[in-house]
């Protein structure tokens, strides 16, 4: 039997698009996470800005929760909907709507891939200079609501520094059309930065005009083989201080182990315990003299054991291959993901603590870490073992996301780096935030969303 | 008789220095605009922190009303105190509390000036990259309040991008610590971004992290004379396509008569309508024969009239001197002063329908046109005539204000590009920002601010 609701909502919206089959449901109710059942009332998919804010209103004056919706390739239980909501789908809304290539700005429905995004820039000759993995199936409405981070943050920011404007549809179901491209507007409080990161809990975006960058130089990868973790931190001094750095990850041997399983060529003849790829500008006479003097520099103080450096843009991709499979690679264990981030100076002293703390406590777990040094972002992800129950696997977890958030919190660091909290972090977003921050946090959320509407119980609970 | 309220203050924060002298009331009492006559209750300059929240809970208790206070440098008001509230200066909170090699931060207390800021990264071999004319008086705290730009712009963006961090108290009296200098923190709204550009109507900002930048490159300096508005546009797509430019200023005949009439020598024989002051990276053969192209370029298609380009850095400063000598200059003659801003692709369609409107409406007045074309900002001063009484000269320039906001309005622009709103541009809000918005601005206020006593009047007003 339909629940009755469906039928309001289709009258209320004739030409909007709804989704009720059982297998829709599961597939738009949930998330990367796989850790929460899906359980939607329905999915609408609105054709346009109207459309979004006809359903919006359609859902406060019924009392009914929506989740804002994109690719769902979120790691924190995001876009989860595990209790009736009605998931808002920007599926329908895609399109390129503009470029301007004085303002060097591309205008987007937010439900457009970051990858089409990147395309569409590209066809212009310009780049959109954020990226990750999830590129083809993420929307750049998600990437905004959690403030996307990603493999080149160290050299362009997060997506934050790339939104010249925005378009949103509060909880109220008013549209806002947010710094609408400008330079410079210091007119009242900037909505617009406080959208980027709210993780559907304010409105539901439908538009953003992107600024575009220059394409980017010429580039080469090196892959290093590190005996330690301490030489990690002096390999990133050493790269950064002489050459032009586009990215800088690095990863364990654990980490290699999973990728290789699924099938990638091993880099080196023999095993070692981390590994660091640098992507870099190059090119000309003076930046190969800088590469093997920063590589010479690296390995006479034993820092690194082992390298290589791409010489086509093949080896190039080749060796990012090894770096951007880990998360796909791991996806059949179940992992449970720690996303955290320290200032860069901290660390050294964050790593030791988190060390020997996870070692203390995930003796039994195999624990996979990587990350982006150079923005302080450490991924650490725990497989669940086959033997082990999925809730009690998450129980411990929790513990250890506990454990971890203290010492985070004493080295002035962040439970999300760049996943969001989402579900998955919510009870230890005091870690981070302070109780004041926290209630400022929901006395805003009341102001653009008063029905307590929209996404609710993400981030935090609303009192 | 002293006001019993301020034995009152003294009594809750015992080492809190207070100034009620008439001459410091006048001092502390204004801004650069001189248009609201001061009249606060009293001075108060706590020195530190915790002596802010004294006062702030003080004011919350007593409903007495608080202007936060940097270099009052401010051209809209923002810092005026004109009906008896509680100035709160930060002047003695100007230390630099630490810099960081690794994180390339410097953290500073609020009422530090932005050239002692520049000096302390200077001293570190890195540089604060956010530059203006006001950069010996203007504090840090009063840059965040309004999100300050400048003449770099262009090239480094505004003060936001540069804000790692920074430490509020709120309205409520809480200490807020803000971001904390992480590259990434996915972890709920980012506040921090709500309170920059704000304008002390959410709190007192007391401390800041902010990014370094590497120095700037050697850089020439380049004067040109133009026949015509519309040459602008083509001589900006040309520079900004060939140069590498960290600069790109323009101004009217006018704003140099004003300059000259101060003692500056003028840098051509003949008279021009138009001049653009452009700055780029220089050295090396590439730079120097892109430079002579670009010039090449713009006189053979009549773009340009004259032309200088400088051959060392006196002379750089001094062609600097004809542009960041025009506010100064114009200063005896208390201008009113637009501060608007469009997309830089709406320039040519906005400058056309400015110049008709104000040749229009201000045929008797000596307008100075000045600005920075590639970030879409135009300051457009009206001088008063010496036998114009200043209530008739300020009712005039708003109701001109209010038609040239509805022509911002049609090209989408902003009434404030970079002073702010504070009280001088209030009335025009509604043309940048819709009723949402502004009702939006208000709640969040409220949330922040709960009794109204952080900058009343500012921006809005509270309903």
Known sequence: MTDPRIGSLQQAVPALVLKTAADDLVHYGRDWTRRWAPAPLAIALPG?????????????????????????TGLSGGAVAAHGELVLSLERMRRVLGFDAVDRTLTVQAGITLEATQSAAGEQGLAYPVDFAARGSCSIGGNIATNAGGIRVLRYGNTREWVAGLKLVTGHGDLLDLNRGLVKNSSGYDLRHLVIGSEGTLGVVVEATLRLADPPPETSVMLLALPSFESLMQVFAELRSRLELEAFEFFTARALHHVLAGGAQAPFAERHPFYVLAEFASGGDAREVAVLAAFEHCTTRGWVGDGVISQSRDQAAQLWRLREGITESLAPHAPYKHDVSVRVSAMPAFLADAQALLAREYPEFDVVW???VGDGNLHINVLRPAQMDADAFAARCGQVTALLAATLQKHGGSISAEHGIGLAKKDYLASTRSPEEIAIMAGIKRVLDPAGIMNPGKIFDAP
Chains 1, 2 share one sequence.
């Open 48 to 72: 346009d800005a109207g459309e979004v804010q006809a359903v919006v209103r359609w859902a406060r004056a019924h009392g009914v929760a929506i989740v804002p919706s994109g690719g769902r």
């Open 370 to 372: 990587f990350g982006h």
